[in-house]
């Protein structure tokens, strides 16, 4: 890692390596995106034929990239710590739920859903085990302006629903040109403001702006219209990843505002299948899912619309999260934003002192 080679220039490393995620990511795609499966076009999709014969499994280049660049850039000077196993093991968890996602992507038929959510599952219970065995059982409760301590088993169940919740209804997303990485790059984005906030001593903050960042590269070709598509393999990668991170951020609950627009998006579709199903309870039947969809076809939005009423929409939850927490931490906004200045004040000094 680079940092052991550069030890005293730990900011201008980290300033770099988000730079270089964005060049590589960049570069990576035009490269081999040629290589990707082709979309066959999705029948029961609105306007899904649109996508037919544009690569797909996009996910497999910029997660990878984003994977090499984690072990050469682990380490924000904010953070202050090196990275660790358990940081190792997250990104592998992330690696698995790329791959599994690719292969459903490049699969002439769609993977079954109940494969997928056993999938899903396991790599859920690979983030509980690895958490509890690292971290403590404390969270600190928003609203309530407290940590609490959960029982580890209570704790356990309830991140296993966290990490597949946030798998799937990320996956949901992924149907608009550009909605999926945007409001992802927003959620993660906020969520390293929280953590940085939070003063979470982890490496996990800094790797949530360099996914972001690389999401950024991605959406040069993902804005509408596309020239391709991230898959199941983009997808599911980047809901594992906005799990663990609003996790180890240590305000976990804090993901229902910041991944709001995500969760009603792709979570409204789940609720309505699962309740069809096994309960036989139909709900929200003038409600076609996933939302964009229904405002796409019932509303007569446009894709461009889409995306950034949406993307509207959840930059507003997630700067009122933001404040929120500012204020219920019993300090002033304008002091917060201060030391949040402060710190990339010094980032910038740090920076033009190198370049001089």
Known sequence: MLKYLFPEHTELVSIIGLIAMFVVTFVSIIIFAKYLPRDLGRDFAFNGKKSQGKPRGAGLIFVTVFFVMSLLFS???????PFSWETLIYLLLIMLGMITGYLDDRSDSPWGEYLKGFLDFVIALGVAV??????????????????????????????????????????????????SGSLSIVTLSTIFLIGVYNDAQDPTSYLSLLYAVGLLAYLWFNASPSTLMMGDAGSRAT?????????????????????????????LGLVKLFLGRFLKIRILKNIRTPLHDHFRKNRNWSDTQTVFRFLI????????????????????????????AHAFQALASTVRMHLG
Do not use: H
């Open 130 to 179: 690895t958490y509890l065995i690292n971290n403590s059982g404390s969270i600190y409760i928003v609203t309530l302006g407290m940590d609490i301590t959960i029982n580890r088993y209570v704790f356990a169940v309830l991140i296993v629903i966290l990490v597949w919740m946030s798998i799937n209804v990320t996956n949901c997303t992924d149907g608009v040109d550009g909605l």
């Open 75 to 81: 380490r924000f000077q904010w953070n202050g710590v």
């Open 313 to 340: 929409v959840q930059i507003g939850l997630c700067a009122c999260a933001v404040c929120f927490l500012v204020w219920r931490r019993g300090q002033e906004p304008k002091e917060a934003a201060d030391n949040m």
């Open 239 to 267: 809901g594992v990843l906005i799990a663990i991170a609003i996790l180890k951020s240590g305000s976990p609950l804090m993901y229902i505002p910041v991944a709001l627009v995500i969760i009603l998006d792709g979570g």
